[in-house]
């Protein structure tokens, strides 16, 4: 494989992997953090560039790409939030930030180990035994959350049912729902041609 070829490969793999890292930092930072949400997004870079680095030097399984995942950042920014809203009574917001980031770093060595010792013992194929419904509900869950944290994002408000008749109000149309028009675009393109160019299509207009 040429160089010139390598290159146009990794390109739109690190632009993904970039808006990826970007967004799961907005998602675990924004609501518990704002002040510190720079330092939210370097520090996510930072790890996905080591994610993406380690397993290319050290991994068995060649042309293996890791990357930041949407579940991962859900469940750190439901757990953060609760723990720095308990210590912003008592502690300042460097000590909040602090809190945040040793919960991040534990969170992230303790799945490391179970991963390792999964694959240590052979233990994947016990994933079969999954009940479908369970992988399924997870997977709308997860949807779910992206969907309603993003435009929350977008409107600068909690979104839930109490809060719909807000969201369809005259004028508050406009921040999300040219973007919520745009993933139906993607959704329904995705029926008739392949990923690997909706993806780059999506991206580039996104931008």
Do not use: C
């Given at each position: 494989?040429?160089?010139?070829?390598?290159?146009?490969?990794?390109?739109?793999?690190?632009?993904?992997?970039a808006?990826?890292?970007?967004?799961?930092?907005?998602?675990?930072?924004?609501?518990?953090?704002?002040?510190?949400?720079?330092?939210?997004?370097?520090?996510?870079?930072?790890?996905?560039?080591?994610?993406?680095?380690?397993?290319?030097?050290?991994?068995?399984?060649?042309?293996?790409?890791?990357?930041?995942?949407?579940a991962?950042?859900?469940?750190?920014?439901?757990?953060?939030?609760?723990?720095?809203?308990?210590?912003?009574?008592?502690?300042?917001?460097?000590?909040?930030?602090?809190?945040?980031?040793?919960?991040?770093?534990?969170?992230t060595?303790?799945?490391?180990?179970?991963i390792?010792?999964?694959?240590?013992?052979?233990?994947?194929?016990?994933?079969?035994?999954?009940?479908?419904?369970?992988?399924?509900?997870?997977?709308?869950?997860?949807?779910?959350?992206?969907?309603?944290g993003?435009?929350?994002?977008?409107?600068?408000?909690?979104?839930?049912?109490?809060?719909?008749?807000?969201?369809?109000?005259?004028?508050?149309?406009?921040?999300?729902?040219?973007?919520?028009?745009?993933?139906?675009?993607?959704?329904?393109?995705?029926?008739?041609?392949?990923?690997?160019?909706?993806?780059?299509?999506?991206?580039?207009?996104?931008?």
């Amino acid at each position: 494989m040429s160089l010139l070829v390598r290159v146009l490969a990794v390109l739109p793999i690190s632009l993904t992997t970039a808006l990826y890292s970007v967004s799961f930092a907005v998602i675990v930072y924004s609501a518990a953090l704002p002040s510190y949400l720079d330092i939210g997004i370097a520090l996510a870079l930072m790890g996905s560039g080591l994610a993406d680095l380690l397993p290319a030097v050290f991994g068995s399984l060649k042309g293996a790409i890791s990357h930041a995942q949407d579940a991962t950042a859900l469940i750190l920014a439901g757990a953060i939030s609760p723990i720095v809203a308990g210590l912003a009574a008592t502690h300042g917001e460097d000590a909040q930030l602090a809190t945040a980031l040793a919960f991040v770093v534990i969170a992230t060595v303790l799945s490391g180990l179970v991963i390792f010792v999964g694959g240590l013992y052979r233990l994947s194929y016990a994933a079969r035994f999954m009940p479908y419904p369970v992988i399924s509900g997870l997977l709308v869950s997860i949807g779910y959350l992206l969907s309603v944290g993003s435009i929350g994002l977008v409107t600068h408000q909690n979104v839930s049912i109490l809060t719909l008749p807000a969201l369809v109000a005259k004028g508050a149309l406009t921040p999300w729902l040219p973007w919520a028009f745009g993933a139906a675009l993607m959704v329904l393109a995705g029926r008739f041609f392949s990923p690997s160019r909706i993806l780059p299509i999506g991206l580039i207009l996104g931008l």
